[in-house]
């Protein structure tokens, strides 16, 4: 217990760290703190793992070979945990980092399952995660050709099953999550102070957790030579927590200012100009983080062209509504949760507002826009327009820029 309250307190103070580093002003007025839980509005997510099963570990959920070959994971109820039970594998990936050279990072991946009973992953050998099993056999896609996926990058001295909730909420829906352990940022080799190249490798490390994910699927040396389809990495989502925020916009093409790192070299200022933008994501999903002026300038952001959705917490003022002010042009829609501190969006332990209900919030909004965006479903418009609201906790505001649901 001791050396999980430590981490707790490390985790809490850098990654708050790295989110008050990015603000322009404070935070967010609070919604009205008389409203109701947002279980009394939505409920409680069913976990997959909570269904029945068979004695062998498989529960009785079909495993997608006949019954699900020709659905579609829009068929699953948003609004509910899926069909599917979440496995899990990671290993370690080496790649050609610009400017640094070898890297190697370690790779956390969620898949779809209906195993139920194994060994449950321990990440940093301290937070526990007993919904996932690693090593399960993964089921076949729900539509029977590729898994979609989702990519996600974890807060200042982090780790990559920070936000496990999300990747186990996604898998049970079918989507395959990829974490790339940020080296020399996470919260076992945490470099302090932390060096200027961290804020271009957080953005090639999540290019290279997607490319590396694509290769590994069927080849017989890799830990997913058993996936029985290919994964598609050309279309995805980018998910990140604090200073996975800073990740998501440069991923997403924000330009970088010519003076935002005037003590660089000049390789790595060169590597900035050029900018980070990988063309297969498309669409960011920044939680409690927001731009940061000293290294996109007051109009880096403007080169964003893809769909964000920012979340945030009214517990945990980082300066949400400068940013929102600031993108008025862009496609971008904001939620502030009453209550929700910085670590709703990541482990939970925060004492403003309940776990379960934080965590279900987050996650059904989060689905509901990476199925607008890589699906274009109609069937989640009403929640990512505002018009039905998930719960009174929740403040939705969406900038002119922002299409309106047909």
Not at 61 to 78: H, I, K, Y
Not at 117 to 137: C, M, N, Q, R, T
Request: charged fraction near 20%; charge should be negative.
């Amino acid at each position: 217990m001791a050396r999980l309250r430590t981490a707790l307190i490390a985790f809490t103070l850098s990654c708050s760290d790295a989110a008050s580093t990015s603000t322009d002003t404070a935070g967010t007025e609070p919604p009205d703190a008389d409203a109701p839980e947002a279980s009394e509005t939505i409920g409680v997510l069913e976990d997959a793992s909570s269904s029945e099963s068979d004695a062998d570990g498989s529960s009785d959920v079909e495993d997608g070979t006949d019954a699900l070959s020709t659905a579609s994971v829009l068929d699953f109820d948003p609004a509910k945990a899926g069909p599917y039970h979440s496995g899990y594998r990671t290993w370690s990936h080496e790649y050609d980092a610009p400017a640094v050279g070898k890297r190697s990072i370690d790779l956390h991946v969620w898949y779809p399952t209906d195993v139920v009973k194994g060994e449950h992953p321990l990440y940093e050998g301290i937070f526990e995660d007993p919904a996932s099993v690693i090593g399960a056999a993964p089921v076949l896609p729900v539509d029977g050709k590729a898994y979609p996926v989702i990519v996600y990058s974890h807060g200042n001295q982090g780790f990559g099953g920070s936000s496990a909730f999300l990747a186990r909420h996604f898998a049970s829906h079918g989507f395959v999550v990829v974490a790339p352990e940020h080296t020399g940022n996470s919260l076992d080799d945490y470099i302090d102070p932390r060096p200027k190249e961290i804020w271009f490798l957080r953005s090639t490390d999540v290019t290279a957790a997607l490319t590396a994910l694509d290769l590994a699927v069927g080849d017989g040396d890799s830990p997913l030579s058993d996936f029985p389809a290919p994964v598609d990495v050309s279309r995805t989502v980018l998910i990140g927590h604090s200073f996975g925020a800073h990740t998501c916009w440069a991923s997403a093409g924000a330009t970088f200012a010519s003076d935002g790192c005037a003590d660089c070299s000049d390789l790595f200022r060169a590597i900035f100009l050029q900018g980070l933008r990988d063309a297969r994501i498309l669409g960011i999903i920044p939680m409690a983080g927001t731009l940061d002026r000293s290294w996109f300038g007051a109009t880096g952001h403007e080169s964003v062209s893809i769909p964000i959705f920012a979340m945030s917490g009214s517990a945990d003022p980082v300066g949400a509504d400068a940013q929102f002010e600031a993108c008025d042009a862009l496609d971008l829609t904001w939620i502030d949760i009453a209550g929700a501190c910085h670590l709703s969006f990541a482990v939970g332990a925060c004492d403003t507002l309940e776990e379960q209900v934080g965590f279900d919030l987050i996650s059904r909004y989060a689905l509901a826009f990476i199925r607008q965006v890589l699906f274009d479903d109609p069937s989640v418009e009403s929640v990512l327009s505002g018009s039905t609201p998930l719960s009174r906790k929740v403040t939705l505001l969406r900038t002119t820029g922002a299409a309106d649901p047909e």
